[in-house]
């Protein structure tokens, strides 16, 4: 297949790349800079110059291929406006996409996250029957907000569109990751001089190799069915006090419980703390049965003994 990726440079895309050139496919990345189009050239990629705003270019880039893998983002907008701001502009992107491949039944797979469906409040685990749940002004700060990019993007097999989403799971581990939650937590426990966890630290966090990430794209674009939700999910369910013991062993620094307090709990996980409470519980057994996916890379604990989250010195 030729398929147009976005994001192809980034954490998950560096790995989708070359994934779908070992399988055979033919990449065309979008590049804003010289120095991604450098680097996808380097992947062994194809390049097509322009960004996320030239709505016109993506729909040309989409209507020339096989197939679209989307899993690039409006970094820019997040120091200002959020997760809400980044959501916003995702969805024009998605209904062009929508105007070019509507009718053709070639697939668009875009990346979603296990956090965004809103099973925090679910109270059990989350399963890739469950659609992303309306999100409103109250979830501006949080995962859900993206919500409405799912809906969008799974709204569009209705127009003839094979499309779905990869939910991500919170922590996508692997050595290039170097700006996602566990980054975060390593930084904050640096800069505290502890490890802290909310509350009794039980509530549950999921994680995945960002290796395993790319080959679940590369199936769902291959034969995922339309209008499906995916989960990028290797490790359904970790208490989060765990990863901080984890972290706390790596460093040699004291854990300590958080208490969920109104006052407390933002002093130590500042803008996160509205993430850091909830719990992601997330099946991947649909995924797995439907697409034949399994993971074969390192789970979260072993990864980080792996030490390339704790450089020496």
């Known amino acids: 297949m030729r398929v147009f990726v976005t994001g192809g440079t980034g954490h998950s895309g560096s790995y989708i790349v070359p994934e779908l050139l070992a399988a055979g496919h033919e990449v065309t990345g979008l590049a804003r800079s010289d120095t991604a189009a450098a680097t996808l050239s380097a992947l062994g990629a194809k390049v097509h110059r322009g960004d996320l705003e030239d709505l016109d270019g993506l729909k040309e880039a989409a209507a020339n291929s096989d197939g679209v893998i989307h899993v690039a983002h409006r970094q820019d907008l997040l120091p200002s406006g959020g997760i809400h701001a980044v959501a916003t502009a995702e969805v024009p992107i998605m209904l062009a996409y929508g ?83 566990l980054p975060l937590l390593i930084a904050l426990a640096k800069e505290k001089g502890v490890v802290g966890y909310p509350g009794d630290g039980a509530n549950l966090w999921n994680a995945v190799h960002i290796r395993d990430v790319a080959s679940l794209f590369r199936l ?94």
């Open 99 to 181: 105007e070019a491949l509507a009718g053709t039944g070639k697939p668009l797979v875009v990346a979603g996250s296990i956090g965004s469906p809103g099973q925090g409040f679910l109270g059990r685990w989350a399963t890739e029957e469950d659609p992303a749940l309306p999100s409103g002004d109250e979830h501006k700060g949080t995962l859900r907000a993206r919500n409405v990019v799912e809906t969008t993007v799974v709204g569009l097999a209705e127009r003839g569109v094979r499309s779905s989403i990869v939910r991500i799971a919170n922590i996508a581990h692997g050595t290039t990751d170097n700006a996602g939650f």
């Open 220 to 313: 769902a674009l291959e034969k995922g069915p339309a209008g499906r939700y995916w989960h990028a999910v290797d490790d359904e369910g970790i208490p989060f006090r765990e990863i901080a013991e984890a972290i706390g062993s790596r460093l040699d620094l004291p854990v300590v419980s958080i208490p969920v307090d109104e006052l407390v709990l933002p002093g130590y996980f500042g803008l996160l703390a509205n993430i850091a409470t909830q719990s992601y519980p997330a099946s991947n057994l649909i995924t797995r049965r439907a697409l034949g996916w399994e993971p074969t890379q390192p789970r979260l604990l072993a990864d980080l003994d792996n030490g390339h989250y704790f450089p020496a010195g």
